[in-house]
Nanobody, 121 residues
Framework: QVQLVESGGGLVQPGGSLRLSCVAS????????MGWYRQAPGKQRELVAT???????DYASSVKGRFTISRDNAKNTVYLQMNSLRPEDTTVYYC???????????????WGQGTQVTVSS
């Protein structure tokens, strides 16, 4: 059983910063890409940032220059440093990981439970 557990969400003023963390645990043989998505009520889930096991990074244009994704492969953890936060960044953020639970099975897509980020004065 694989679990992704997020932490670090909360309430912050516009212009402030938050750091999200997501730890993958359980039966894990290898992890490929890890990333962050967000979903506002009534909207589709959208990519925020992803990072492969080799360190290749992709950002949504709306967060480039403000958010930084990183990962610690030894700890099966991905981080999202969010700076210069704006009210429009308010929503639920979800951790995502492409994981092989065992050597001889296909890679699977896993999601965390989500963490709320609220940017408001």
């Amino acid at each position: 059983q694989v679990q992704l557990v997020e932490s670090g969400g909360g309430l912050v003023q516009p212009g402030g910063s938050l750091r999200l963390s997501c730890v993958a645990s359980g039966s894990i043989f290898s992890i490929n890409a890890m990333g962050w998505y967000r979903q506002a009520p009534g909207k589709q889930r959208e990519l925020v940032a992803t990072i492969t096991s080799g360190g290749i990074i992709d950002y949504a244009s709306s967060v480039k220059g403000r958010f930084t994704i990183s990962r610690d492969n030894a700890k099966n953890t991905v981080y999202l440093q969010m700076n210069s936060l704006r009210p429009e960044d308010t929503t639920v953020y979800y951790c995502n990981a492409r994981i092989k639970p065992e050597r001889w099975v296909f890679e699977r897509n896993y999601w965390g439970q989500g963490t709320q980020v609220t940017v408001s004065s």
